[in-house]
């Protein structure tokens, strides 16, 4: 880990009319770690990802993001060509429903190149190439490469979308319940490469999810949110073995007692 | 009121003006689609409306015209054309290429080099080149805004992958002076090349997407292609039956009930000029 956070958000609200979505969040994500943020359902997870990555705007507050290209670049102000290129050659951002990751019309491999594509790839050779490497690091079978996503199983999808995400090497992923649809036997399965991907990688990542689980297996940190708020930040173990919020007790106990 | 029931070129001034803006607009962005007010033309249907649209906003009494439909002069479509522009314009026509001032086309480049001064007129069903990628107009909108044209390598990427080249033959997507991609509209990919730093200016009309856009004289035009795969333009490995060309577009015909088949010209002009020149095979 270096000195600086890759990313501080301070403050952050985004409003729905009348309803704060996302009330007043500030959180730092380092390089190479992995920041878990749970809560119920309607509590402000996605709304918030969202936001860091551009796709809605914040009504208030500020993300810093230490980019490789462009150096510290205060993201609720940057210009939407800059932006773009940043999320097209530093972020990754997995959806919960793999269809809205991945063009279900294009081949495996187009869907994979496609990253490539967008960062200026023009050679077919390497494009293939490594579409076929991330595939095989997805557990795809290679000899998919020319089909479509939509003949895929749900848990394949999600894997592809993955390996769409992945293949450009991007310093900052997020991931909105990346095994959120799937059956509990596929989603340990995916659990653990997502786990393995990103140790390999050295990535930054956030990722939203109401299931615990996922956050114990994956990170290191968790902040708990609780209508729009973040109601406790702590490592991991700490959270989860004694949570200290009377919110985060009840999510605690929730998962133990199902 | 003036005898005829048209004004000059069937449009009025207005609206001919208004074209006439939205070209210039085209002209100054080359590659850039201009949106424009499309009117309703009466005749060609099937044909579109938009080159005609173009046609009539650009068209002075001096101006000699030329109409093809595919390679050919003679069609129902070109020949009623043409007819139109004589009865509203009292234009002279021609079939010559190189008489023609003006030369509204669909589908096809004529063979003939272009020369500074004429004007190309180009019919267009669809002036978006993402369109079968990325079905919102708003989304596209920006795609070009911001020239992010990762997705239209998708289409060659499939086609290689598939074919183990680019297949992709006509409507073949280039980017217009280093900037915007373009639907140089359904001519063969042969013709890309015949667009790149051409000396004439190159006008394209989609009336149904009310939609201009242009080439300006002495533009980069260039198909897209991988660098491993660059583009080739293709044509039939054949020479034209009537006058021998071949360095010409071909177009496959069945000449007799079993099924021989032969080539011949398509651009039926530049044919019959090789021919009347002693050029027959
Ligand atoms: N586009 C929107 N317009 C209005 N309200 C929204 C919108 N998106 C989310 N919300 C509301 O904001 C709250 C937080 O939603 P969300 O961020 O999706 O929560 P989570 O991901 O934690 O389930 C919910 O009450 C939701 O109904
Ligand atoms: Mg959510």
Redesign the interface.
Known sequence: MTDAPLLSVHDLSVRFGALAAVDGVSFDLWPGEVLAIVGESGSGKTTLLRAIHGFLRPTAGSIRYRSDRFGEVELTVLD??RR?LLA?TEWGFVHQNPRDGL?LS??A??NV???L???GA????N??AQALVWLDRVEIDQAR??DLPRTFSGGMQQRLQIARVLVINPRLVLMDEPTGGLDVSVQARLLDLIRRLVAELGLSVIVVTHDLGVARLLAQRILVMQRGRVVEAGLTDQVLDDPQHPYSQLLVSSVLAA | MSATPYNFAYLDEQTKREIRRALLKALAIPGHQVPFASREMPLARGWGTGGMQVTAAVIGRDDVLKVIDQGADDTTNAVSIRQFFTRVAGVRTTTRTEEATIIQTRHRIPETPLRPGQIMVYQVPQPEPLWRLEPSRAETRRLHA?A?Y??M??KL??D???HGRITLAYDYPVLVHGRYVMAPSPIPAFDNPKLHRSPAIHLFGAGREKRLYAVPPHTDVVSLA????PFRPWKADAACMLCGATDSYLDEILIDDRGTRRFICSDTDWCERRRAKGKAA
């Open positions: 939407e060509p773009r097209r063009r294009h081949s491999g187009a190149g496609e990253r594509m967008a960062a023009r050679h077919w050779g494009i293939r490469i020319d | 911001l992010e990762g997705i390598h998708v990427y499939e290689i992958a598939r991988f660098e491993d795969h």
